[in-house]
């Protein structure tokens, strides 16, 4: 147990409705629909955490929180379609067609609530599960920006922690003291990241100041909740941001120890950039409506670290095709202990990396396999995305596009009918000059097909 250092809230400061400029019409019509029903059964209740933030900066959340002083139970007797989930805190869910409204009772977690607060014996929170007032709710959230109360009964913001002038300076500052909060829940330190991201908010330096010492603690948390973080830092629009303050936090190695590694080390910078490049991508098809999804965008954080675990194994000796399934799982594996990616999107990753070097093949019979793949589609887009960082794959980039959009009659005209067969020995191939090096990504042009080419190709092979 330690002491707390987030001790009495502030005096409340109550921003009136003339002053805020929160506007009704901008709040979804079942949240409001949840408030008044509270308010209607005697309970307090009011619009918490993202979305008053996000209101207050003109913003649109994605999703109306509420907090009430109602217990799990009576919320459910006010509302036909409410369901209470949540084993170790219960919360209710009441359900309007698609929308769900997540209504939270005020929950405390002050350092007196020994009972139902265990703490680890590094700080961490364990177990936090119980119910308090509304300045205890206020307290135990994470940022002062987070914890504001909006209320129906006469429509002002309700601040216990300062939030309100941080909203308008743009500022994340933790509530209490940053590197207690951090040892109780270092995922705080992704969110300080991944917020200031979305947001454009400034990070008060005694919040930013701890984090690359603190990071490691990280490797503590479990890695599901790291992917569901991950999905929210990569898959909402601000991927490219959130990358890049991971990067000044110090946040990335414990994240994706091995990419950072490799990043580290690729003296070009090639590698960093075709990542900058996919986070771009993935947040101008959000911004498009696209669909995305976890497996693309884990090939492309994950593809420095392939690159390296490849280049390791060649120099070894490792046949190429064994060498590159071996560090696909490799890879895979280890990033698993950090972030727990599903099976579905781990499976699909690995296949667009293994399908990259057969681009670089042109025998007849293979170029049609490969177009007719299941996972051409994605393993294409990423040899894009690898173009744009490695002038040298041009070529097959121009093939390829072409070959999708020509009759399979003039595409099999280009095409070599069968296998040359030369050279077939790995070991030479391991030792030719263009094998991946630590310069990085040259993982897609395995020795491999240098034996299956016949032309000998412009700008060569040798530069790798
Ligand atoms: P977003 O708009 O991206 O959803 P958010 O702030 O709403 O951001 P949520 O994960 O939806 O993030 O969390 C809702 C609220 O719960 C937060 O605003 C904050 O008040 C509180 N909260 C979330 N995570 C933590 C945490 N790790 N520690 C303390 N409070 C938290
Ligand atoms: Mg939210």
């Given at each position: 147990m330690t002491d707390h250092a987030i001790s009495s809230p502030l005096p409340p400061q109550v921003v009136p409705r003339a002053e805020h400029g929160?506007?009704?019409?901008?709040?979804s019509p079942n949240a409001l629909r949840v408030l008044y029903r509270l308010r209607d059964g005697g309970f307090n209740g009011y619009l918490v955490g993202g979305a008053v933030r996000d209101l207050l900066i003109g913003g649109h959340p994605k999703d109306f929180d509420v907090a009430t002083d109602a217990t799990p139970e009576q919320v459910k007797s006010l509302f036909r379609n409410c369901r209470l989930i949540g084993r170790r805190f219960r919360l209710a869910h009441v359900v309007y067609g698609r929308e769900i409204i997540e209504v939270a009772t005020f929950r405390a977690n002050s350092a007196?609530?020994?009972?139902?607060r265990e703490t680890g014996d590094?700080?961490?929170?364990?177990r936090d599960n119980v119910y308090g007032s509304i300045e205890d709710d206020a307290v135990r959230r994470d940022f002062t920006a987070n914890a504001l109360y909006y209320t129906v009964d006469d429509f002002s913001v309700r601040d216990y922690v300062g939030g309100y002038d941080d909203v308008r300076n743009r500022v994340l500052r933790l509530i209490g003291d940053p590197i207690e909060r951090y040892r109780e829940d270092p995922v705080r330190m992704l969110r300080a990241a991944r917020l200031s991201a979305k947001l454009d908010f400034a990070i008060a330096p005694e919040a930013a100041e701890p984090i690359p010492e603190m990071a490691?603690?990280?490797?503590?948390?479990p890695p599901a909740r790291l992917f569901d973080e991950c999905l929210k830092m990569f898959l909402a629009g601000h991927a490219e941001k959130s990358f890049t303050k991971l990067e000044e936090l110090g946040l990335l190695p414990a994240l994706f120890p091995e990419t950072a590694k490799a990043l580290a080390t690729n003296r070009s910078g090639a590698l960093r950039a075709m990542v900058l490049q996919a986070l771009r991508n993935t947040d101008a098809r959000i911004a498009a409506d696209k669909p995305v999804t976890p497996a693309f965008l884990f090939a492309a954080l994950l593809w420095p670290a392939y690159c390296r675990e490849l280049a390791v194994l060649q120099k070894q000796g490792v046949d190429p095709t064994v060498a590159q399934q071996r560090a696909a799982d490799r890879v895979t594996l280890h990033q698993a202990q950090r972030i727990a990616l599903p099976r579905r999107f781990s499976l699909p990753m690995q296949e667009i990396w293994l399908l990259?070097?057969?681009?670089?093949q042109r025998i007849r019979k293979r170029v049609f396999r490969l177009l007719a793949h299941p996972r051409f589609r994605a393993a294409f887009d990423f040899l894009e995305l690898r173009a744009g960082a490695a002038p040298e794959l041009a070529e097959d980039l121009a093939f390829w596009r072409e070959a999708q959009a020509q009759a399979p009659e003039v595409l099999a005209e280009r095409?070599?009918?069968?296998?040359?067969?030369?050279?077939?020995g790995s070991a030479d191939d391991a030792g030719e000059?263009?094998?991946?090096?630590?310069?990085?990504?040259?993982?897609?042009?395995?020795?491999?097909?240098r034996r299956r080419r016949r032309r000998p190709r412009p700008g060569g092979d040798a530069a790798g």
């Open positions: 929160i506007s009704r019409k901008d709040i007196d609530d020994t009972d139902d590094d700080g961490r929170l364990l490691d603690l990280l490797s503590a948390a990259q070097p057969r681009f670089g095409l070599v009918p069968k296998s040359p067969r030369r050279g077939e000059p263009g094998e991946p090096g630590e310069e990085g990504d040259d993982a897609g042009r395995a020795p491999r097909r």
